[in-house]
């Protein structure tokens, strides 16, 4: 499906003063868990410390999204086939180490997919961030305007005018948006406003090593994510796929969207999000006939009950 890139008001809203629409593709097949787009999202951004402790279930220190975590690497454990040891001939195991077994048989190309595969174990670790949704309920959810839509297409909070009321935490399918402990207020990612305007990349896509995190013009990012796929898929990913880079989703696609060793769930991502307004519509339509027929029905009572 192709992406849907216009929105309710980029571009239109900003004539010649709008911009390519800009985003990230997160090809999570390479993502290496250092957390370096952590870190450098709160050393640009100022952002406090959010350490949460670890969950007992993987090395993951952060936990979830959050006011003060705009960036998080997930960490999820797999027990995988061991694929290595299966090529290898007998006679070179004898005890030794998979790396030292697979260096004599020369089977280390034909062992490991993805950085994130070994011996009978895979680490799945994925960057999470702001989605950028193209239908962006929390747009609509503000009743004070402080959240908006760049002339970039990205959706960006401003803190100076943010009231704390919240409405937009609930609006938001991935549960993103958080009130700040002590502030009250919401933050969020930016996709790096202030660098974007200076013609900058965003400090986390600078600073991953892999270049899981890519950053450029969405339409760009959706030709290279789909080279990308088809490459995984014929190197046996069967279950690789992208997410969020549909056009005709919940949400109309995303700004932000991923290249996913397995199920969406896996991530902790929903699997079909939908924009929470969607059917606002017929929902009031339904309470309003609703109401008819009451009224109806009770005039009906009064007017029949005096014959």
């Given at each position: 499906m192709s992406p849907q890139l216009e929105t309710v008001a980029w571009p239109a809203s900003y004539g010649e003063h709008a911009q390519p629409r800009m985003g990230?593709?997160?090809?999570t097949s390479v993502c290496i868990g250092c957390k370096a787009c952590e870190v450098a999202c709160k050393e640009w951004n100022q952002i406090p410390m959010s350490m949460q402790g670890f969950t007992g279930k993987s090395y993951d220190n952060t936990i979830d999204l959050g006011a003060d975590t705009w960036r998080h690497v997930a960490f999820i454990e797999q027990k995988a086939p061991a694929r290595v040891v299966e090529k290898?001939?007998?006679?070179?195991?004898?005890?030794?180490?998979?790396?030292?077994?697979?260096?004599?048989?020369?089977?280390?190309?034909?062992?490991?997919?993805?950085?994130q595969e070994s011996d009978g174990f895979r680490w799945l670790m994925a960057s999470d961030v702001c989605k950028h949704c193209t239908h962006a309920a929390c747009l609509d959810a503000c009743p004070t305007?402080?959240?908006?839509?760049?002339?970039?297409?990205?959706?960006?909070?401003?803190?100076?005018?943010?009231?704390?009321?919240?409405?937009?935490?609930?609006?938001c399918p991935f549960g993103v948006?958080?009130?700040?402990?002590?502030?009250?207020?919401?933050?969020?990612?930016?996709?790096?406003?202030?660098?974007?305007?200076?013609?900058?990349?965003?400090?986390?896509?600078?600073?991953?090593?892999?270049?899981?995190?890519?950053?450029g013009e969405l339409s760009e990012l959706h030709e290279r994510a789909e080279h990308r796929l088809?490459?995984?898929?014929?190197?046996?990913?069967?279950?690789?796929?992208?997410?969020?880079?549909?056009?005709?989703?919940?949400?109309?696609?995303?700004?932000?969207?991923?290249?996913?060793?397995?199920?969406?769930?896996?991530?902790?991502?929903p699997p079909d999000p939908v924009d929470t307004r969607r059917?606002?519509?017929?929902?009031?339509?339904?309470?309003?006939?609703?109401?008819?027929?009451?009224?109806?029905?009770?005039?009906?009572a009064v007017f029949g009950g005096q014959r």
């Amino acid at each position: 499906m192709s992406p849907q890139l216009e929105t309710v008001a980029w571009p239109a809203s900003y004539g010649e003063h709008a911009q390519p629409r800009m985003g990230f593709f997160t090809d999570t097949s390479v993502c290496i868990g250092c957390k370096a787009c952590e870190v450098a999202c709160k050393e640009w951004n100022q952002i406090p410390m959010s350490m949460q402790g670890f969950t007992g279930k993987s090395y993951d220190n952060t936990i979830d999204l959050g006011a003060d975590t705009w960036r998080h690497v997930a960490f999820i454990e797999q027990k995988a086939p061991a694929r290595v040891v299966e090529k290898l001939p007998t006679d070179v195991t004898d005890g030794a180490s998979l790396v030292d077994c697979a260096a004599r048989a020369q089977a280390v190309e034909g062992g490991v997919q993805t950085y994130q595969e070994s011996d009978g174990f895979r680490w799945l670790m994925a960057s999470d961030v702001c989605k950028h949704c193209t239908h962006a309920a929390c747009l609509d959810a503000c009743p004070t305007g402080a959240l908006f839509r760049t002339e970039y297409g990205t959706v960006v909070v401003q803190e100076d005018v943010c009231n704390g009321c919240g409405y937009c935490v609930p609006a938001c399918p991935f549960g993103v948006l958080d009130q700040r402990e002590g502030d009250g207020r919401v933050w969020k990612c930016t996709l790096c406003y202030d660098r974007l305007k200076d013609d900058k990349e965003p400090a986390c896509a600078q600073a991953c090593p892999t270049n899981s995190i890519q950053f450029g013009e969405l339409s760009e990012l959706h030709e290279r994510a789909e080279h990308r796929l088809a490459r995984l898929q014929q190197a046996g990913q069967d279950k690789a796929q992208l997410y969020l880079a549909d056009g005709d989703d919940g949400i109309g696609g995303a700004g932000a969207f991923f290249l996913l060793l397995d199920e969406p769930e896996v991530y902790g991502l929903p699997p079909d999000p939908v924009d929470t307004r969607r059917d606002l519509g017929e929902i009031w339509a339904a309470a309003g006939a609703a109401a008819v027929a009451l009224g109806i029905g009770l005039a009906a009572a009064v007017f029949g009950g005096q014959r």
